[in-house]
Structure formats: structure tokens, C-alpha cells
């Protein structure tokens, strides 16, 4: 039996983790604690921001299930390499502008880091969602996406 730890795998298990812990987080509270926070990063109109504060923890929080789970694994990490994508790009313009936001929103009320703090997470978060999509045969290992090929 080999027991040699596959990183991939906890690679996965951890980025999953990040996104149903933050989905999860968002969806326990009323959505318009997300939504004034949303509103604090200023580029989306009101509309949008309400579609927003609603749509994006269930997006989370179901990408951090299929990561966990490695079900519909190269669509689940492309979902997270978007997400994170969307997320610098947004922290970005906030720090460009000089927003004075005391936080960033990610985790609801859980937890609080500062933009900068933030943009690296999310920055290393992309780096290693990319590699997990490059090596999807390793990061593979232990999902329902296994166990279904052999039907």
C-alpha cells in the first residue's frame, strides 16, 4: 500500500475548504451584510450589487463542495481560478483607488484581513488553483470523478 502524501490532493482539500468555509459564512447571515460591504468596493450599480450579495456564497460555497468532493473537478477548478481572478481584480482596484475599507467581505463576519493582505492570499490561492488544474491526474486522486470513470 502506498502512503506517500499526495500535496495535490491537500492542495485541493484546502482551497475547497477556503470556499465552502467563506460561501458557508456569507450564506448564515442575511445577504445584505455581504451586499453593504459589496457596496463599499464601489464599481458595481445597486442592482447589480443585490444580484451579487445573492448569487456569489452559493457560488462559493458549491465550488468549495465539488473541489472538496473532486466531483466535475476540471470545472470546479476552472470555477476557482475565475473566482479568484474576479476577487484580485476587485481588491486591486480598491487599493489602486485608495478605498479606506476596514474589510474585505470573504469570510463574512468569521474573518477580516486587510486589501493587501487579501490580494496576496487570493494571488497565491490563483497560483496554486492553476497548478491543480495542470496537474489534474494528481489532484484527482480521491474524488467522485475517480470513482465514476469506472462506470
Same mark, same amino acid.
Given at each position: 500500500m502506498d502512503r506517500r502524501v499526495n500535496i495535490f490532493v491537500i492542495l485541493r482539500l484546502v482551497v475547497g475548504a477556503v470556499f465552502l468555509v467563506s460561501g458557508f459564512e456569507k450564506l448564515m447571515g442575511p445577504y445584505q451584510n455581504f451586499l453593504y460591504v459589496i457596496e463599499g468596493y464601489d464599481i458595481f450599480p445597486m442592482g447589480q450589487a443585490e444580484w451579487i450579495a445573492r448569487i456569489l456564497p452559493w457560488m462559493e460555497f458549491l465550488t468549495g463542495i465539488f473541489l472538496v468532493t473532486?466531483?466535475?473537478l476540471t470545472q470546479s477548478l476552472g470555477s476557482a481560478?475565475?473566482?479568484? @481572478?474576479?476577487?484580485?481584480?476587485? %481588491?486591486?482596484? /480598491?487599493? $489602486?483607488? @485608495?478605498?479606506?475599507?476596514? +474589510?474585505? @467581505?470573504?469570510?463574512?463576519?468569521?474573518?477580516?484581513?486587510?486589501?493587501?493582505? %487579501?490580494?496576496?492570499?487570493?494571488? $497565491?490561492?490563483? %497560483?496554486?488553483? /492553476? =497548478?491543480?488544474?495542470?496537474?489534474? *491526474? =494528481?489532484? @484527482?486522486?480521491?474524488?467522485? +470523478?475517480?470513482?465514476?470513470? *469506472?462506470?
Open positions: 473532486g466531483l466535475w481560478l475565475v473566482l479568484f @481572478g474576479l476577487f484580485m481584480a476587485v %481588491v486591486a482596484q /480598491a487599493l $489602486i483607488r @485608495g478605498l479606506d475599507l476596514s +474589510d474585505c @467581505g470573504c469570510f463574512g463576519e468569521l474573518l477580516s484581513f486587510p486589501l493587501p493582505v %487579501v490580494f496576496l492570499m487570493d494571488s $497565491i490561492f490563483l %497560483v496554486v488553483t /492553476a =497548478m491543480l488544474l495542470q496537474k489534474k *491526474k =494528481m489532484t @484527482g486522486s480521491f474524488s467522485l +470523478d475517480r470513482y465514476f470513470e *469506472k462506470f
